[in-house]
């Protein structure tokens, strides 16, 4: 049973994980509240892969199935690097809608 729901949650991770890519991959051109809703979504889905790590971690033994654990890894990696990339994006979009104070004139 907890095989299954193991497995269950690792295919859900990565779905997630896709999903994600996909987004953020489209969200190029999209305004600063999508991207920061977005990233939201990007830090609760990241909270879904370290509970499931956490979960492997704690209801198997430390031997057992090593290529999971690598790829439990490698998924938590791939979102952290996903959650970079968006921060980035929201962080210069941010930048580029503040208006500068060039912009005002005094005369």
């Known amino acids: 049973m907890q ?16 999903l994600s890519a996909c987004l953020v991959l489209f969200s190029k051109y999209k305004h600063t ?26 209801h198997f033994k430390a031997d057992s199935l090593m290529t999971l654990k690598t790829n439990l890894w490698v998924l938590i990696a791939l979102q952290i690097a996903l959650n970079i990339t968006c921060f980035m994006s929201v962080k ?16």
């Open 92 to 107: 210069r979009r941010k930048a580029k809608t503040r208006p500068s104070l060039d912009s005002f004139s005094m005369d």
């Open 33 to 58: 509240d999508f991207k920061q809703r977005l990233f939201k979504f990007l830090n609760s889905v990241l909270v879904i892969h370290i509970a499931t790590i956490t979960f492997y971690l704690t």
């Open 3 to 18: 095989n299954t729901l193991v497995d269950f949650c690792i295919a859900i991770s990565w779905a997630l994980l896709v």
